[in-house]
């Protein structure tokens, strides 16, 4: 069970930036899965989350219209969109599995079983 996210680096604020979390086959077909991110010295916070069939998703609040959260079945790959990044962005990003038949996204950080090792966002002003 692994769960390997990329995408990350130094952009300027008003930029994008497009992440990816590659999942074993198992996970990724029967599973809903999401994103969460973590500034220095704060909580670890949801950004989005996806359903297996990529038909239901959720964004925090913030992220609203410059995110897109989507999942390529034939690539076993989730994929996180970033467009208009603000230096509150920052944070590294960490993709998150639901288990194996929990098909329905969630907002809940408990509700997920597995976690990648995240990819680090910095946004300059």
């Known amino acids: 069970v692994q769960l390997q996210a990329s995408g990350g680096g130094l952009v300027q604020a008003g930029g994008s930036l497009r992440l990816s979390c590659a999942a074993s086959?198992?996970?990724?077909?029967?599973?809903?899965m999401g994103w969460f991110r973590q500034a220095p010295g704060k909580e670890r916070e949801f950004v989005t989350s996806?359903?297996?069939?990529?038909?239901?998703?959720y964004y925090e609040d913030s992220v609203k219209g410059r995110f897109t959260v989507s999942r390529d079945i034939t690539k076993n790959t989730m994929y996180l969109q970033m467009n208009s990044l603000k230096p509150e962005d920052t944070a590294v990003y960490l993709c998150?599995?639901?288990?194996?038949?929990?098909?329905?996204?969630?907002?809940?950080?408990?509700?997920?079983?597995?976690w990648g090792q995240g990819t680090l966002v910095t946004v300059s002003s």
């Open positions: 086959g198992r996970i990724f077909s029967g599973a809903a």
């Open positions: 996806i359903s297996t069939s990529g038909s239901t998703n």
């Open positions: 998150a599995a639901r288990q194996d038949g929990y098909y329905y996204a969630t907002r809940r950080r408990e509700e997920y079983e597995y």
